[in-house]
Antibody, heavy 122, light 111 residues
Framework: EVQLLESGGGFVQPGGSLRLSCVAS????????VSWVRQSPGKGLEWVSS????????FYVDSVKGRFTISRDKSRNTLHLQMNSLRAEDTALYYC???????????????WGQGTLVTVSS | QSVLTQPPSVSGAPGQRVTISCTGN?????????VHWYQHIPGTAPKLLVY???NRPSGVPDRFSGSKSGTSASLAITGLQADDEADYYC???????????FGSGTKVTVV
């Protein structure tokens, strides 16, 4: 059974940092692209970032470029999202997600975690 | 504001058929990129309903079906049931934004 378990969310002031993690199990982690997708309060789903199966390619939505960094640790089957210079508009439930292929941009997401909540407020 | 536009809400009686549209442009759906559909009950993990425009994952009932034409795609739900009440999102890729993109979302209500 595929499982994606997020952690690391919390309350942070504007300008602060957080590091999200997602432990994956039930599939060959190194064979698939993985991603972060967020949902702000009262809003829809927004793709944030993806990393290819090899880790060699990373992709970001424009609003987080230069502030967020996605990475993966194959030895620990873990996905990370380092979030710096956080803004109020980054407040959201962040989902870890597995793509159906190695690149992670054009194909479907077939499994999702339950999400971890990030609140940015003064 | 999403580049993939969906109606904010649709409703139907139990047993009826409803359709949800997803309208894009020539940078995304019209450029030939696949469309995928998800069912989402807020606070829970979204569920993949349709991938590659019209394919259903194992375990998804054939009441759910997807199609694509030109710069738009649609999700049809037949035999509407109470537990179909949820938010539904389309998903594709935009070559101008070089981003994976979700639709604006549609709330389905069973009246």
């Amino acid at each position: 059974e595929v499982q994606l378990l997020e952690s690391g969310g919390g309350f942070v002031q504007p300008g602060g940092s957080l590091r999200l993690s997602c432990v994956a199990s039930g599939f060959t982690f190194s064979s698939y692209a993985v991603s972060w997708v967020r949902q702000s309060p009262g809003k829809g789903l927004e793709w944030v970032s993806s990393i290819s199966a090899s880790g060699g390619a990373t992709f970001y939505v424009d609003s987080v470029k230069g502030r967020f960094t996605i990475s993966r640790d194959k030895s620990r089957n873990t996905l990370h999202l380092q979030m710096n210079s956080l803004r109020a508009e980054d407040t959201a439930l962040y989902y870890c997600a597995k793509f159906r292929d190695k690149m992670g941009l054009t194909t479907a997401i077939d499994f999702w975690g339950q999400g971890t909540l990030v609140t940015v407020s003064s | 504001q999403s580049v993939l536009t969906q109606p904010p809400s649709v409703s139907g009686a139990p047993g009826q058929r409803v359709t949800i549209s997803c309208t894009g442009n020539n940078s995304n759906i019209g450029a030939g990129f696949d469309v995928h559909w998800y069912q989402h009950i807020p606070g829970t993990a979204p569920k993949l309903l349709v991938y590659g425009n019209s394919n259903r994952p194992s375990g998804v009932p054939d009441r759910f079906s997807g199609s694509k034409s030109g710069t738009s795609a649609s999700l049809a739900i037949t035999g509407l049931q109470a537990d179909d009440e949820a938010d539904y999102y389309c998903h594709s890729y935009d070559k101008t934004l070089t981003s994976s993109v979700f639709g604006s979302g549609t709330k389905v209500t069973v009246v």
